[in-house]
C-alpha cells in the first residue's frame, strides 16, 4: 500500500470512504468534501456578481489570494472568522445580517 494510502485508511472510519483531503491535509468524508466545494461555488459565484477579483477579495477581507483560491476551489477548509470577513466583504446576505444585528 503506497504511503498516501495508508494515510488516508488510518485517518477514516471502517465502511466510511474517504473524501478529499483539505490544504491542511485533513482527510475530510465525502460529504464534508462536497460542502467546501459547494461552498468555493458560492464564493465564487458571490465575488463574480460583485464584479471583484481575487486579488480585491484579498486585500479588503485580510486573507490571501491564495488561500481564497483553494477556498473557491473546495479544498481550503475555512474556519468560520474566515468566512465571516469573506462574507462581510462580499455581503454576503446570511453572514453580514448576523454582524449587524
Excluded at 470512504?17 to 467546501?36: D, K, M, N, R
Excluded at 459547494?38 to 486585500?59: F, N, P
Excluded at 488561500?67 to 477548509?77: D, F, H, P
Excluded at 470577513?85 to 449587524?100: D, G, S
Amino acid at each position: 500500500m503506497a504511503r498516501n494510502e495508508a494515510h488516508l485508511c488510518a485517518e477514516t472510519s471502517p465502511g466510511q470512504p474517504a473524501g478529499a483531503i483539505s490544504a491542511g491535509g485533513t482527510v475530510l468524508s465525502l460529504y464534508e468534501s462536497e460542502f467546501l466545494s459547494q461552498l468555493g461555488e458560492r464564493v465564487r459565484t458571490l465575488r463574480a456578481q460583485r464584479d471583484m477579483s481575487r486579488r480585491e477579495l484579498a486585500r479588503q477581507s485580510g486573507i490571501s489570494e491564495r488561500y481564497i483560491a483553494q477556498i473557491e476551489a473546495g479544498r481550503g477548509n475555512v474556519s468560520i472568522v474566515l468566512l465571516l470577513r469573506l462574507a462581510q466583504v462580499i455581503r454576503w446576505e446570511p453572514f453580514a445580517r448576523a454582524v449587524e444585528e
